[in-house]
């Protein structure tokens, strides 16, 4: 399996989830429909379908296009999203299984930033997308869920594998990691990553992918003991 970032707008990030099998991919949050389809033709894909994170048009904008281009293109969302998810076909639950080839994903429900906000966990080769709920060092502003819902789906996503790949829906680690910096003054770890990802953007290259336990040692909403306390970070976040 392949997996091919497509930076969109200005600081958004789909994916290409390529089957090396069979030449068939999957794109996660495509915004726009350009990239996507420059990128499956570079790549010698048969693009196949689409995987929504949750409903935002930053993260769904490309998906009409797509679906009037790609004959038969497969649209999978939240089934609460039904009706807000451009072209979508399938309607997806906490445990559900898909898949693109050979390569497979199980869905992960992380209300939160979104009631149906979902993450893509691909136990092999040890990935998870997770859209707007986790970002590198920071989560998702509240829009349609409480402190509580946000702190279990970052408990559920802190669950997975130490070496697990996560590729999220922005580019905000180094903003991110301003603001953890605050929060956790007496957090050497925050700062060595701070540096490791400014030296990665003054190369022009992304912070993702970056892995779980990078989260679990820097990131200060998955570091939160209580829910309450992640209420005040984010509350304190969204006025950083």
């Known amino acids: 399996m392949k997996i091919v970032a497509i930076p969109c707008l200005s600081d958004n990030y789909a994916y ?73 076909t399938h309607f997806l639950a906490e445990g559900d299984s898909v898949s693109v080839g050979l390569a497979s994903a199980q869905i992960i429900h992380n209300p939160g930033h979104t009631s149906g906000a979902i993450s893509f966990h691909m136990a092999d080769p040890g990935a998870v997308f997770t859209g707007d709920t986790l970002f590198g ?16 789906s970052l408990a559920k996503l802190a669950a997975l594998p130490d070496e697990t790949r996560v590729y999220c829906g922005h580019e905000y680690t180094e903003k991110n990691l301003a603001f953890a910096a605050e929060a956790e003054k007496d ?51 969204d006025k950083f």
């Open 137 to 152: 060092g920071g989560c998702g502003r509240l829009f349609e869920g409480t402190p509580a819902d946000m702190h279990a």
């Open 187 to 237: 957090n050497p770890a925050i700062g060595e990553r701070r540096a490791r990802v400014a030296e990665l953007r003054k190369r022009g290259q992304p912070s993702v992918p970056f892995t779980m336990a990078e989260e679990r040692a820097t990131n200060p909403f998955m570091r939160a003991g209580s829910a309450e306390r992640l209420g005040e970070l984010r509350a304190w976040k």
């Open 16 to 88: 290409l989830v390529i089957c090396e099998a069979s030449r068939r991919a999957a794109v996660v949050d495509p915004s726009e429909a350009a990239p996507v389809i420059a990128a499956a033709r570079q790549e010698g894909v048969e693009l196949v379908a689409i995987w929504n994170t949750h409903h935002h048009i930053d993260h769904t904008g490309g998906n009409q296009e797509l679906a009037s281009v790609v004959r038969g293109l497969e649209v999978l969302a939240h089934e609460s999203d039904r009706g807000r998810v451009p072209a979508q």
